[in-house]
C-alpha cells in the first residue's frame, strides 16, 4: 500500500517539477485523437462489477457490438466500463475502439489457467518466450488493428499474476505465461491513464506495431515477480512512451526485435522509439535494449530518466547468435539513486530458443550515447563488453558522473571490445573510451565522430555538476520527497 501510494505522490510531483520548470516536450502526436460519436457500457451487455460474476461474455457481445456499429461508417465507439470490479477472461479488441476505465474501475483476470486461450507463437521468436510450441494469448489482445485507444480515470487493469508466478516458480508451466496487453500488427494504438497491476508476464507488449503512444500510465508488479516487464516495444516502429511511473520485477523499459535465427529471418527491426519522463524502481534495468535484438533496434531516445533502488540504470544487452544490429541510442538526462551498475552494454547476455542458432551470427552495435547522466549510491560505474569477432564501436560517454556510497570504494569500470570516446566523466573509465577526437570506425563517415555527438544544437554540452546542472537539482528535489514519504 505504501509503495502505491509513493508511486502516485512521485507521479505526480515529477510531472508538477516538469511543468513548472520549463515546456513539456511531447511526441503523443504522432497519433492523433480520437473522437467517438457512439458511446455504450458494459453493464448494457450484462457486466457486474461486483469482483465474482464473471463478464466474459459481456466483453465479447459489447466488442461485437462495435464492430457492428463500425460497418456504419461512425468515428468509432467508447467502451465505458464504470466503478466496480469486472472479473473476466481474456478477451479481443477491435479497431476503432476505446476501452474507458473510469475512476474506481478495475477489469480483473480471472485465474482460471486451465482455459485460458492459446494462440501461436510470434514468428519472430520460433516459439513461446519460455517455454516451445504455443504461448497463452495476452489478458487484452489485439492482433490487426488499428485506431485503438484504452484510457479512462485511472482505472486498473488487474492481471492477478501471482498464480502464474507460482506455476513458474514450480516449474508447472506448459506455455509461456500471457501479457497483461498485446497489440500484434497494429497501428494507432493510444495507452493512457490506466494502472497495470501484477501482469503474468510482460506488461505492454507492441509487436510488428508502428505509431504506439503510451504515456500517463502506472504499471505495479512485486520486485520479486518474475519476467514483470513494464513497457516492450518489440519490432515496432515510432513508438512514444512518455510520463509513466513503473515499479516492476524485471525491466521497466525494454526494447526488443526478435531472438536469434527466427527474428533474423523476420527481419523486422524496432526504429523510433522515444521514451521520455519515466520514474521507477526494479531490481533489474531501467532502460534496456534487449537482450532479443535479432531483427534490429535503432534510433531510440530516452531522456529524463529518475530510476531509484535498481539493479542497472541503462542495460544494453545482446549475444552471439543474436545477428542484427543495435545503433543510434542515446540516453539523456537520467537520475538515478541505489544502483548495482550505472551502465552495462554486454554481449554475453540471454539464452537461446533452440540449438539451431548460428554461432557465427554477430550483433553489430555502435552509436550509443550517454551524456548528462548522474547517479549516487552506484556500486559499479559501468561495465562494457563486446564480442571479440564484433567489437562494439561508438560508445560516446558525456557528462557522467557515478558516485558511490559515502565511504566505500569508487565505483570501477570494467571495458573489453568496446572502443569510443569519453568527457567530463568521473569516475575517468577504461582506457579504450578516453580519446574525444577517434573516429569510431573506417567505414563510418566523418560526422559521426564521438566528437560530434558531444555537442548540442547550440555548441558543446558543459559538465554535469551540482552546481550548474538544472535537471540534477529537480531529480534531487524528487528523490528527497520519496524518501520523506517512505518514513
Known amino acids: 500500500m505504501l509503495r502505491a501510494l509513493v508511486s502516485v505522490l512521485l507521479c505526480c510531483f515529477s510531472l508538477w517539477i516538469h511543468i513548472s520548470y520549463g515546456d513539456l516536450i511531447t511526441c503523443s502526436g504522432i497519433v492523433p485523437v480520437s473522437y467517438r460519436k457512439d458511446r455504450i457500457s458494459i453493464t448494457d451487455f450484462g457486466g457486474v462489477g461486483d469482483g465474482k460474476t464473471l463478464n466474459t461474455e459481456a466483453f465479447r457481445k459489447a466488442i461485437y457490438r462495435i464492430q457492428q456499429l463500425r460497418g456504419s461508417g461512425g468515428t468509432g465507439t467508447l467502451l465505458y466500463v464504470p466503478s466496480g ?25 480471472t485465474e482460471d489457467t486451465l ?37 479512462g480515470e485511472n482505472g486498473t487493469i488487474d492481471g492477478q499474476g501471482d498464480i502464474w508466478w507460482n506455476m513458474w516458480r514450480q516449474r508447472t508451466l506448459q506455455f509461456t505465461r500471457p501479457n497483461i496487453v498485446e497489440f500484434v500488427n497494429s497501428k494507432g494504438i493510444v495507452i493512457s491513464n490506466v494502472t497495470f497491476r501484477d501482469s503474468p508476464f510482460w506488461n505492454i507488449h507492441p509487436v510488428y506495431c508502428s505509431d504506439v503512444v503510451i504515456r500517463n500510465v502506472t504499471i505495479l508488479a512485486p520486485p520479486d515477480s518474475p519476467n514483470t516487464d513494464g513497457i516492450d516495444p518489440d519490432s515496432s516502429s515510432n513508438v512514444c512512451i512518455e510520463d ?14 526478435g531472438w536469434d535465427e527466427y527474428g533474423i529471418a523476420y527481419g523486422r527491426p524496432s526504429s523510433y522509439i522515444t521514451i521520455r519522463r519515466v520514474t521507477g524502481t526494479t531490481p533489474f534495468a531501467g532502460i534496456a535494449v534487449g537482450s532479443e535484438t535479432s531483427g534490429g533496434v535503432e534510433n531510440v531516445f530516452a531522456e529524463n530518466i529518475l530510476l531509484y533502488d535498481t539493479g542497472v540504470g541503462v542495460n544494453i544487452k ?3 547468435g543474436r545477428g542484427g544490429f543495435i545503433k543510434n541510442i542515446t540516453v539523456s538526462e537520467m537520475f538515478m539513486e541505489n544502483v548495482r551498475t550505472g551502465i552495462k552494454v554486454a554481449g554475453d547476455t540471454g539464452d537461446h530458443p533452440d540449438n539451431n542458432f548460428n554461432p557465427n551470427a554477430l550483433p553489430h552495435v555502435n552509436n550509443v550515447v550517454l551524456k548528462s547522466i548522474w547517479g549516487v549510491k552506484v ?20 557528462n557522467v558522473s557515478l558516485q558511490g556510497m559515502a565511504g566505500a570504494t569508487p565505483p570501477s569500470w570494467k571495458c ?46 558543459s559538465p554535469l ?23
Open 85 to 109: 470490479v469486472y472479473l473476466t477472461d481474456s478477451f479481443n479488441l477491435t479497431s476503432h475502439m476505446t476501452l474507458y476505465l473510469a475512476q474506481g474501475a478495475v477489469i480483473k483476470a
Open 115 to 151: 482455459n485460458w486461450p492459446l494462440i501461436a507463437p510470434l514468428p519472430s521468436y520460433g516459439r513461446g518466450r519460455e517455454r516451445p510450441g504455443g504461448r497463452y494469448m495476452s489478458f487484452i489482445h489485439g492482433d490487426g488493428l488499428q485506431d485503438v485507444v484504452i484510457t
Open 244 to 257: 509513466s511511473f513503473i515499479s516492476t520485477g524485471d525491466d521497466l523499459v525494454a526494447v526488443k526485435s
Open 318 to 320: 545482446t549475444n552471439i
Open 379 to 398: 556500486q559499479r560505474a559501468g561495465l562494457m563488453q563486446g564480442l571479440r569477432d564484433a567489437p562494439f564501436t561508438g560508445i560516446c560517454l558525456s
Open 416 to 461: 573489453s571490445d568496446v572502443s569510443g570516446a569519453a568527457i567530463e566523466v568521473s569516475p575517468w573509465p577504461c582506457t579504450q573510451l578516453t580519446s574525444t577526437q577517434q573516429v569510431i570506425s573506417a567505414a563510418m563517415d566523418a560526422a559521426n565522430t564521438c566528437e560530434d555527438q558531444f555537442k548540442e544544437k547550440e555548441g558543446v554540452v
Open 465 to 487: 555538476t551540482k552546481e550548474n546542472n538544472s535537471f540534477y537539482r529537480l531529480n534531487a528535489i524528487s528523490l528527497a520527497f520519496i524518501n520523506m514519504v517512505q518514513k
